[in-house]
């Protein structure tokens, strides 16, 4: 049974950082992609990192230098390192997998609960 469930949100303030992390399990073959993505209130789902299973990262223009996202493929571990918090970086943070694709324009099918991060000004 494919599980992930994510970790390591809570609230900082401005210019502060967190590390966000995504335990996954049950993908038997491996995963082409792993990704992070954010939702706010009264807002669409909005990507915000892409990693496939060579490393090869992909991020949002408004992340880029500030969000760094890494695997642990011993430890089927996914993380997000985020620094320069700004105000409008809160948000639910979900982790996401896809077994074949790795394209910001495919939806990702399998999905964790999520993690608040929150970031005051």
């Known amino acids: 049974q494919v599980q992930l469930v994510e970790s390591g949100g809570g609230s900082v303030q401005s210019g502060g950082s967190l590390r966000l992390s995504c335990a996954n399990s049950?993908?038997?073959?491996?995963?082409?992609?792993m990704g992070w993505f954010r939702q706010s209130p009264g807002k669409k789902r909005e990507g915000v990192a892409t990693?496939?299973?060579?490393?090869?990262?992909s991020y949002k223009d408004y992340v880029k230098g500030r969000f760094t996202i890494s695997q642990d493929h011993a430890n089927n571990t996914l993380y997000l390192q985020m620094n320069n918090l700004k105000h409008e970086d809160t948000a639910m943070y979900y982790c996401?997998?896809?077994?074949?694709?790795?394209?910001?324009?495919?939806?990702?099918?399998?999905w964790g609960q999520g993690t608040q991060v929150t970031v005051s000004s």
């Open positions: 990693i496939d299973r060579d490393g090869a990262a």
């Open positions: 049950g993908f038997t073959y491996g995963v082409a992609c």
């Open positions: 996401a997998a896809d077994r074949q694709w790795c394209s910001w324009y495919v939806e990702f099918p399998y």
